[in-house]
Nanobody
């Protein structure tokens, strides 16, 4: 049974930082591309970032480029999202996702496996 468990969300002031983690189990983690998505109240889910299975390739949504960094530790079966210079517009539930296809995550904005999400709230 595949499980993706996010942690690290919380309440932070604008300009602050948070680091999200997503621990994976039940799959060959090093074979999967990993992504982060978010969904704000009343809005559709949107792509945030993706990382290849080796970690060599990353891609970001324009609004987070330069502020967020996705990384992974295949020895720990964990993917991270370092979020700096947070803005109120970043407030959302953040989900990690896994798929064998990086393109599916980035372009189709879909995935085979999803976590349950972690709330990030940025106050102004």
């Amino acid at each position: 049974q595949v499980q993706l468990v996010e942690s690290g969300g919380g309440l932070v002031q604008a300009g602050g930082s948070l680091r999200l983690s997503c621990a994976a189990s039940g799959l060959t983690f090093s074979s999967y591309a990993m992504g982060w998505f978010r969904q704000a109240p009343g809005k559709e889910r949107e792509f945030v970032a993706v990382i290849s299975w080796t970690g060599a390739a990353t891609y970001y949504e324009d609004s987070v480029q330069g502020r967020f960094t996705i990384s992974r530790d295949n020895a720990k079966n964990t993917v991270y999202l370092q979020m700096n210079s947070l803005e109120p517009e970043d407030t959302a539930v953040y989900y990690c996702a896994a798929d064998l296809s990086r393109s599916k995550l980035r372009i189709e904005q879909d995935a085979t496996y999803w976590g349950q999400g972690t709330q990030v709230t940025v106050s102004s």
